[in-house]
């Protein structure tokens, strides 16, 4: 029996002045709710209008979020949820204002996919034969700073994957809209970096790509991504001394971290972690990255994180995925007056 909880979508108004000591939590928080009862929030982008739009992992819904009312847009009837599988990322069209179109990485019957969805219509596949699993099925869906789709995929439990050029799975994969290879990818194909076990959000600060991504059961990895590199795994999980393969810039147990969701806000890259029930923040000087900062440690897993336009930072957390008990205060949304 899944654990049921209330999953809660946060929105984190963090002021200029804050300064968040390391493994503290920040102390000049107001408390704002958005929404409650939410069903594993797995992915937030955000329409033209300023509004909110989120994916549900399980209910295989897109959702609207205005102010503090939730509407439904659509229902993905071909996901098919199953353990850490279902509709999971989405990135709002750059015209959505004049097309009504996302993009979402979500799972099907046969394998984990790609689409182009005009919201009411059908789901048009751009990439499909991304290995699926019940676990490590990746899931992130971004626009670059460059115009391309970038998506994360797991190994889809079978390590062997993340080596392999010749599968879509343990990969970070650069694609144009109709799904094509982007140009410029190094393997002439849709890969661009390979060696992952399974990578999450992906985001930018400074005009450099970071994802995240779970180890196995030592190190959790902050990866910054650069076309063509080898991550690793299944040889490394965390640093490793061995010059075939591009190390993380920032490493956890995996107990402290389950790395998920990532936002560059306010010179600082925040991360979702689902394990570690808590936000790493890292402060971003130039291409330096600073110490992690434990913070938002009172709302259970946290799983998305995205720096909205009116200068905000919103967190969905995720405890209704059947992973253990969400925290005391697990309903709250955080804000500052700042």
Known sequence: MRARASAVLAMVLLGATVAAPAQAEPSALAVRTLATGQDVPWDIGFLPDGSGIFTERDTRQIKKLTGTTV??????????????????????SPTFATDNTVYIHYTAATDNRISKLTLGGQPEPIVTG???????????????????????????????????????????????????????????????????????????????AYATEFGNNRTDELNQIESGKNYGWPTCEGPCNDTRYTNPVKSWPTNQAGPTGIAFYKSALYIGGV???????????????????????????????????DNTLWLGTSNQDGRGTPAAQDDRILSTDG
């Open 275 to 309: 394990t570690g029930r808590r936000v790493w923040k890292i402060p971003v000087t130039g291409t330096d990255l600073g110490t992690p900062q434990a913070v938002f440690t009172g709302y259970g897993r946290v799983r998305s994180v995205a720096a909205a336009p």
């Open 71 to 92: 509407t439904t847009l659509h229902t993905v009837a071909d996901a098919v949820p199953a353990g850490e599988g279902g509709l999971m990322g989405i990135a709002v």
């Open 130 to 208: 991304i290995p699926k699993n019940r676990f490590h099925n990746g899931g992130g869906l971004e626009f670059g700073p460059d115009g391309f789709l970038y998506a994360t995929t797991g190994d889809a439990g079978n390590s062997a994957n993340a080596q392999n050029l010749n599968t879509l799975a343990g990969k970070i994969l650069r694609i144009t809209t109709t799904g094509a290879p982007a140009p410029g990818n190094p393997f002439n194909s849709r890969v661009y970096t390979y060696g992952h076990r399974n990578p999450q959000g992906i985001t930018w600060a400074n005009n450099r």
